[in-house]
């Protein structure tokens, strides 16, 4: 089946700094990627939509100058948490889409457990 | 209005007992509907789709009410390896919608 592969699992950074986290579908083609984040007992909330070769389409209430979003090629999305501060401390998943297999080819990541102290 | 309505739970359950979720949606227009389990920690995982006819996979059995807008997720002699936050997920268009979550906690 679809495999996303998200990189790095876990990170703790100091506050200022920045953390970019990649997401790579490793067996298939994503035009359209989603990022998701998810603080502890709640659910899963959409952040931004990625759409390769175009701009990323941001939830509302997401700052998109604090989440950069990079969709660059077909297999490969991006999101670089600038400036980190510790209410930025979440766990960050993606999510792509197999198309071939329709919709049950939403596959996510493994997630990234990013702490900021 | 939330997209999508989950009753968090938790439930603790004995091993071998019936246990029940509901989700209940606001669209009308929403078109497919699926379970999801997430252990503690790690990324969702799809458990099985709905649809109105019903959908069962061994002690699991989900169902969809298109009138009452709700799906359900039934899991019978319940193990101690079900125990997980199970979520419902809504799409409608090419959005997903997750419920919160209801934490399943099976007791020896």
């Known amino acids: 089946g679809a495999v996303v592969s998200q990189h790095p699992s876990r990170v703790i950074c100091k506050s200022g700094t920045s953390v970019k986290i990649e997401c790579r579908s490793l067996?298939?083609?994503?035009?359209?990627m989603f990022w998701y984040r998810q603080f502890p007992k709640q659910s899963l909330m959409l952040m931004a939509t990625s759409n390769e070769g175009s701009k990323a389409t941001y939830e509302q209430g997401v700052e998109k100058d604090k989440f950069l979003i990079n969709h660059a090629s077909l297999t490969l999305s991006t999101l670089t948490v600038t400036s980190a501060h510790p209410e930025d401390s979440s766990f960050y998943i993606c999510?792509?889409?197999?198309?071939?297999?329709?919709?049950?080819?939403?596959?996510f990541g493994s997630g990234t457990r990013l702490t900021v102290v | 209005r939330k997209e999508v309505e989950q009753d968090p739970g938790p439930f603790n359950v004995p091993e071998g007992a019936t246990v029940a979720f509901n989700c209940t949606y606001s669209?009308?227009?929403?078109?497919?509907f699926f379970w999801y389990r997430q252990d503690c920690r790690k990324e969702p995982k799809l458990l099985m789709s709905v649809y109105s006819s019903g959908n069962e996979d061994g002690r699991f059995t989900a169902q969809l009410n298109r009138a009452s807008q709700y799906i359900s997720l039934l899991i019978r002699d319940s193990k101690l390896s079900d125990s997980a936050t199970y979520l419902c997920?809504?799409?409608?268009?090419?959005?997903?919608?997750f419920g919160t979550g209801t934490s399943l906690t099976v007791i020896p």
């Open positions: 067996d298939f083609q994503a035009t359209t």
């Open positions: 997920v809504v799409v409608t268009g090419n959005q997903f919608y």
């Open positions: 669209n009308s227009a929403s078109q497919s």
């Open positions: 999510s792509a889409r197999d198309h071939s297999t329709g919709e049950r080819g939403y596959t």
